[in-house]
């Protein structure tokens, strides 16, 4: 079954602050494999403001049964109030890769 394994993105105000978070996610098996996409411009509404900042998403690759301890986490380390962290089930996908990213999230291998 694919939709045990979630996508979750967030962005971070740098390349430097999602290096450093990628790293302790992938770390604690919180996470099988982070990609950093840097140069991301993003609008959005704040504080009754229309802003603009440069950002860097990150896309994380994890298991249901990880998401709440990685949200958790997510939200004490990040720097923003209220970070952007949104998961979204993966329905479908290379089998192996799949079961990577359940052996790297599994709790007794961390």
Do not use: F
Not at 31 to 58: F, H, K, T
């Amino acid at each position: 079954m694919s939709a045990d394994v979630q996508l979750v993105l967030c962005t971070c105000p740098d390349q430097p602050t999602a290096a450093s978070l990628a790293e302790e996610l992938v770390g604690t098996g919180l996470a099988a494999c982070v990609n950093i996409v840097p140069g991301l411009v993003s609008i959005y509404r704040w504080e009754d403001q229309v802003e603009q900042a440069d950002e860097a998403l990150m896309l994380i690759k994890t298991t249901t049964a990880r998401l709440p301890d990685l949200i958790a986490y997510i939200e004490q380390q990040h720097p923003y109030d209220v970070p952007e962290v949104i998961a979204s089930p993966i329905v479908a996908g290379l089998p192996a890769y799949l079961d990577w990213v359940r052996t790297c999230t599994t709790t007794s291998n961390n």
